[in-house]
């Protein structure tokens, strides 16, 4: 395991830990549907050889399905980054798929950005909601 994957592991669950800490409602789901699907990834790279990219493309397409459900009569644009992010690594999938000329690394980067691509917008979506939160609280009652 590289580096860059174990930096990737702790990013994922240190950026989920704050949506769930700081994080707004649709936040905390955004982080609990990551972390899962991260979960079973890592879960199934790690213990096994059963990490194929025929396996791999269920839990993307799990992953954005429920961006999608969040998306849905969303006014933040967060939700809609995470299942764009989303939907570029499943393709990533389906080109290793059909394409066996692109090599493993190619196809780890495309996933690595799209990882980071979740994580920065998840990550967006936490700062507004906590930012929003304080300044609903810091705002005089009046009345």
Not at 58 to 87: D, E, N, R, Y
Not at 106 to 135: K, P
Request: glycine share 8%.
């Amino acid at each position: 395991m590289t580096h860059l994957v174990q930096t990737t592991y702790i990013m994922i669950a240190l950026v989920c830990l704050l949506a769930v800490i700081w994080g707004a409602d649709r936040e905390r789901k955004g982080a609990l549907i990551f972390g899962v699907v991260s979960g079973v990834n890592i879960f199934l790279a790690n213990n096994s050889g059963y990490a194929t990219d025929g396996l791999l493309i269920f839990t993307a397409i799990a992953c954005l399905t429920g961006f999608v459900a969040l998306c849905w009569k969303s006014s933040h644009l967060w939700p809609l980054w995470a299942a764009a992010a989303q939907g570029m690594a499943i393709m990533g999938h389906v080109l290793r798929l059909t394409n066996p000329r692109i090599t493993a690394t190619t196809a780890d980067i495309i996933q690595l950005i799209s990882i980071y691509i979740v994580l920065f917008s998840l990550l967006a979506g936490t700062v507004y909601a906590a930012r929003h939160r304080s300044q609903k609280d810091n705002s005089p009652n009046i009345g």
